[in-house]
Structure formats: structure tokens, C-alpha cells
């Protein structure tokens, strides 16, 4: 049997991790600024994350939610003490699409109306209302096409008013990413998210934070909404979770009330994942990682704004994005392979560094030279 060919792939067999390090099957070492998609949060294979799994291990893996788990109350006391959401609630399941699926599946059940407003260049994964709500076309297959999703520009407070003026008491919820990821690193304003507050508050819609991506710590907060000074209704999680154990969940606020068998998941919330959760909370608490993210995310962001040939560095804590120009398009690609630097990408030009909230200044320091010996290179072969 032959894998299903989903993605283009970088030819490259990773075999070990360690930190913000990996090494292929030939022993060749790589600085990892991608962490997988942003899934490694604490660092690969953290002793703590690795010990704390193993044990649970020894003891219990897995049994359905059907019966007690001590594991997830202790998770929702962590995450709502670190979050400063204690007042929400907790719902576990297994992916960030997932997550979003349930979570605008919750809104619906709540307010019982069918239309989601979203914005251009989101991305809110492949589950059939999660993809609906995503800005591109190629991945929304017939059956997914529905006219309940209403896109509108990102940060265009006008047609987002207006909008709401025309459909409100029709809308069910408002998705938004902090920072968008896939899309290329577009951070939404905060007056932007603070409109959203006010006219789901108004309109009686529910304000969804994706946070799959830029949550969990990685810009510094907790939730890069957070920088708004607002509560969304709905946080969704997954990504930096369990620093790549499947792990996902969504935090509901006090006011929306639970109802049997609305939400339900075989998986969600097994005590591997639990444990795993944990882990990454206790790392991310005792290592001070949302500082370190700060501090790092600083350096990096001063230093690429400082290299001209670099357009609209951007970006929050270590989810940084800038544009490449066209004459240094190959520069991802020889990071890659000169260099031994992962690094993520968006269409059509920008790079997006999504490395372990751990990230040492020193290895920020590496990446700073080699970027820059490698923009040198390619000017030089252009010359
Ligand atoms: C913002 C955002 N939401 C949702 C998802 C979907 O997550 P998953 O691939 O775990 O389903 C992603 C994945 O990249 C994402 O970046």
C-alpha cells in the first residue's frame, strides 16, 4: 500500500529531537524555527513532558468519558489558572479543527441561528464547518459549500458594522484568528477585536477566538486576543497543547450552559492527553516560556526589521512573518539545506517562524547570521 500524497514534502527523515533541535537519519543536525506546524510548545521531547507521559503510561492510557477523570479537572484548574479564565469551562477533544467544528457548533446550539461571519486568508482546519469558515477555495469540497459563512476583509471595522446591520440577529458567531498562520501572519488589530465584542454583545453573536495557532502562549499572552483587554466568548486550543501529543480543547464562557450529548468525543480528553497537557502547563509555568517567548520574539523581530531586503516583519512573541522578495525566493529552501534551519512558509512569499517557546537568544542569534549569509549568497549568484 502507497501513502495518500496529500502534501509536497521536504526530502528529509527526522529521527531524533531534543530542545529546538533535530537530527535525520544521517546525523545531521537542524535548528527547528517551525516546530512541526507550531506544535512544539515547551521544546521536543522536554524530560518533564517525556516523564510525566510515561508514567501515566505505566498506570492507564486511555478509557472513554464515561466514566470519572480526575486528570481533566486537574487540566481545566491549570489552563484556568494560567489562562486567567477560571470562570470558563472546558471541553477536550483531539485537533484544532475539531475544535473549531465544535466550536461553532456550541454557538449555534446556543443562540439557534445558522450564519458565521470570517475573514479573509483564514484558515480554521478541514472538518466540514471548520473548513467552511476558511478562506480557501481549493480545500472546501462541494459537499462542505454552504451560504451560512459570510467572509468579510480582516480589520474592516465598516463592513464588519455593516454586516452586522444587515444580518445581526442572524449571526451566530464571529471566527477570528489573533494572528493568522496559514494566511501569512496578519495580525488582527485590536480595536478590530474589540468591535467584535461589542457587536456580539449587541447582536447576541458568539465571538470564537481561534487560537489554535497563536494561543497557548506563543506571543507572549496566553491568548493573543488577550492583547485586546476583551473576552471572546469561545477560546479553541490545540497546536502548543501537548507539545505535539494529539491533544485539543475549547474554554466556554460561564454564560453558555451545557447540554447532554450537544458535544461528545470517544477520544477528547484520554489520560495520556491529559497528562500530556499538563506537562506542557507546568513546563510553560515553572520555565517562564511566555517571557522567554516576549524577550526571544523581541530580538528576532529588532534584528529581521534591521535587514533591508526583509519586508513587513511581523508579528507577536515567536509567531514572526515577514515578505521575501521574488529575487531571494529561494532563501526558505536554502536555510533549509545550507544552513540546517527549518522554517515555515505562507503563499506566495512570506516565512513564518513558529519556533519552541523555548527558543535560546543564542540559537535567535544563529539564525539572525545565517539569514543574513544566505541573503548575501543569493545576491551574489543573482550578480
Ligand atoms: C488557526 C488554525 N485553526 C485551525 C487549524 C486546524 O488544526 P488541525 O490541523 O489540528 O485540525 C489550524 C492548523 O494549522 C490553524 O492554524
Same mark, same amino acid.
Given at each position: 500500500m502507497n501513502l495518500f500524497d496529500v502534501y509536497p514534502i521536504n526530502d528529509v527523515t527526522i529521527v531524533k529531537a531534543k530542545g529546538s !533541535?533535530?537530527?535525520?537519519d544521517k546525523g545531521e543536525q537542524y535548528l527547528d524555527l517551525y516546530g512541526g506546524h507550531a506544535v512544539i510548545s515547551i521544546g521536543h521531547t522536554h524530560p518533564h513532558w517525556v516523564k510525566r507521559i510515561e508514567e501515566q503510561l505505566e498506570k492507564i492510557a486511555f478509557y472513554s468519558n464515561s466514566i470519572k477523570i480526575p486528570l481533566q479537572q486537574e487540566l481545566a484548574a491549570k489552563l484556568g489558572k494560567i489562562s486567567g479564565k477560571e470562570d470558563y469551562q472546558l471541553f477536550l477533544c483531539n485537533s484544532g479543527a475539531e475544535a473549531n467544528e465544535n466550536a461553532l457548533k456550541m454557538a449555534s446550539f446556543h443562540n439557534g441561528r445558522k450564519k458565521i461571519v470570517a475573514f479573509s486568508k483564514s484558515f480554521h482546519g478541514r472538518t466540514s464547518l471548520a473548513v467552511a469558515a476558511t478562506d480557501n477555495k481549493n480545500y472546501i469540497a462541494p459537499v462542505n459549500e454552504t451560504d451560512n459563512v459570510?467572509?468579510?476583509?480582516?480589520?474592516?471595522?465598516?463592513?464588519?458594522?455593516?454586516?452586522?446591520t444587515k444580518n445581526g440577529k442572524q449571526i451566530s458567531s464571529v471566527i477570528i484568528e489573533g494572528i493568522q498562520g496559514v494566511g501569512g501572519i496578519n495580525v488582527a488589530d485590536l480595536s478590530f477585536l474589540k468591535k467584535i465584542r461589542s457587536l456580539c454583545d449587541e447582536y447576541g453573536a458568539v465571538y470564537i477566538a481561534d487560537s489554535?495557532?497563536?494561543? !497557548?502562549? *506563543?506571543?507572549?499572552k496566553f491568548f493573543s486576543h488577550d492583547f485586546?483587554?476583551?473576552n471572546a466568548d469561545i477560546y479553541t486550543m490545540a497546536k502548543g497543547m501537548g507539545n505535539g501529543f494529539p491533544v485539543a480543547g475549547i474554554i466556554i464562557a460561564p454564560h453558555i450552559k451545557s447540554k447532554h450529548f450537544?458535544?461528545?468525543?470517544?477520544?477528547?480528553?484520554?489520560?495520556l492527553a491529559c497528562a500530556a497537557a499538563l506537562a506542557v502547563l507546568e513546563v510553560?509555568?515553572?520555565?517562564?516560556?511566555?517571557g522567554n517567548a516576549t524577550l526571544v520574539g523581541k530580538y528576532l523581530r529588532d534584528e529581521l526589521e534591521a535587514i533591508p531586503e526583509l519586508k513587513n516583519v511581523r508579528g507577536r512573541g515567536l509567531m514572526i512573518g515577514f515578505d521575501v522578495p521574488e529575487e531571494l525566493k529561494d532563501l526558505k529552501k536554502n536555510l533549509l539545506w545550507n544552513q540546517k534551519i527549518f522554517t515555515g512558509e505562507a503563499k506566495p512569499n512570506?516565512? *513564518? #517562524?513558529?519556533?519552541? #517557546?523555548? #527558543?535560546?537568544k543564542r540559537d535567535a542569534e544563529q539564525f539572525i547570521e545565517s539569514i543574513k549569509e544566505e541573503i548575501a549568497l543569493l545576491q551574489e549568484t543573482a550578480s
Open positions: !533541535y533535530v537530527w535525520d459570510i467572509f468579510l476583509p480582516l480589520n474592516d471595522e465598516k463592513a464588519l458594522e455593516e454586516c452586522f489554535v495557532q497563536c494561543g !497557548y502562549g *506563543r506571543t507572549g485586546a483587554g476583551v450537544q458535544l461528545g468525543t470517544t477520544f477528547g480528553g484520554n489520560h510553560l509555568e515553572e520555565e517562564k516560556l511566555m512570506v516565512i *513564518r #517562524l513558529l519556533p519552541s #517557546l523555548a #527558543l535560546k
